[in-house]
T-cell receptor
Framework: GAGVSQSPRYKVTKRGQDVALRCDPISGHVSLYWYRQALGQGPEFLTYFNYEAQQDKSGLPNDRFSAERPEGSISTLTIQRTEQRDSAMYRC????????????FGPGTRLTVL | KQEVTQIPAALSVPEGENLVLNCSFTDSAIYNLQWFRQDPGKGLTSLLLIQSSQREQTSGRLNASLDKSSGRSTLYIAASQPGDSATYLCAARLHGSGNTGKLIFGQGTTLQVKP
């Protein structure tokens, strides 16, 4: 079946603009995660949803970052007033019923803030 | 705070060689450990998942082991091929109440297999 999809794959924006990154998880997966990966580093956790409930947002770096999953499927990560330090690969993952299950990752969105 | 370390950061081997990638973690209270492969411009591909109650998992030429007491996991690749060239990441999932299932990643080992 289809894997995790993310859009856009690449996003270039100017400093100060807002951006919205979309994640479409594997059908039926109730858990959804957002990670951010800097060049040469491993991904770092941002936030987690179980169905539509945001269970953990401890990894969001500041209040410019927010995420939602209103219907328990597609999720949107929004970054307001982008800064150059926000430039990174943003990755989404999903897993089935239990949060302890294997996570499957999407291709990522490469964000560049000029 | 859980920290995950991978050594070496980069590795270059001739085709056909057997090799071991290392992953260490500071907190032995993990629920499971997952190994991923990352190719440039692509997502992370899950290779193996080892639950805390398991000692190893095998898939084809790959074998991953887990030793919680020593805080280590290894990924063994047999008879390496040029197509195995990629960055390999390990990630630990913490155990205990309040765990959201988030993964703590190492920085990765970039493997190059030369023909």
């Amino acid at each position: 079946g289809a894997g995790v999809s993310q859009s856009p794959r690449y996003k270039v924006t100017k400093r100060g603009q807002d951006v919205a990154l979309r994640c479409d998880p594997i059908s039926g997966h109730v858990s959804l995660y957002w990670y951010r990966q800097a060049l040469g580093q491993g991904p770092e956790f941002l936030t987690y949803f179980n169905y539509e409930a945001q269970q953990d947002k401890s990894g969001l770096p500041n209040d410019r970052f927010s995420a939602e999953r209103p219907e328990g499927s597609i999720s949107t990560l929004t970054i307001q007033r982008t800064e150059q330090r926000d430039s990174a690969m943003y990755r989404c993952a999903s897993s089935s019923y239990s949060s302890y299950n294997e996570q499957f990752f999407g291709p990522g969105t490469r964000l560049t803030v000029l | 705070k859980q920290e995950v370390t991978q050594i070496p950061a980069a590795l270059s081997v001739p085709e056909g060689e057997n090799l071991v990638l290392n992953c260490s973690f500071t907190d032995s209270a993990i629920y499971n450990l997952q190994w991923f492969r990352q190719d440039p411009g692509k997502g992370l591909t899950s290779l193996l998942l080892i639950q805390s109650s398991q000692r190893e998992q095998t898939s084809g030429r790959l074998n991953a082991s887990l030793d919680k007491s020593s805080g280590r996991s290894t990924l063994y690749i047999a008879a390496s091929q040029p197509g195995d060239s990629a960055t390999y990441l390990c990630a630990a999932r913490l155990h205990g109440s309040g765990n959201t299932g988030k993964l703590i990643f190492g920085q990765g080992t970039t493997l190059q297999v030369k023909p």
